[in-house]
């Protein structure tokens, strides 16, 4: 039915679904998009307009290597030294971006989570609960 955008094709992947780009912009209308500083996020293609909108927001952004070749995680923040300020938040909104200007984390250290977003394939409208990749 062509409800997925590239990257195709979809198998053992979290589709990029036709207007994950709204639904990144109704996220950053709720409350608790708006009052959370560090906001984990997953490196998958349909979430990179949600990176985009923490960067933005001058929040902090932790994603997770993919595959974590070069680590746990990473956290990532416009105003870091490590960013040039004419770099363009959609440098950092991807993996390449997030590995060479993210800071990595271990799991030895500690930070507190405000908000987590994942990317789903289906999920129940009743439960909420969610089918992801299937890996």
Known sequence: NDIAQFPR????????????DLAAENLATLPE?????LVKVNPDTPQRRVRHLVLSSN???LTPQPRLR???FSTLHKNNDNIPPALPIEALTNSKGAAQYGKS???YESYNVDLVVVG????????G???????
């Open 9 to 20: 094709p979809v198998h053992h992947r979290i589709p990029n679904f036709l207007n994950a």
């Open 70 to 72: 070069t680590g746990f």
């Open 120 to 127: 789903s394939t289906a999920v129940c409208p009743k439960t």
């Open 33 to 37: 998009f708006q009052s959370a500083t």
């Open 105 to 107: 984390v271990t799991l």
């Open 129 to 135: 609960a969610r089918v992801g990749k299937g890996e």
């Open 59 to 61: 929040k902090t952004l």
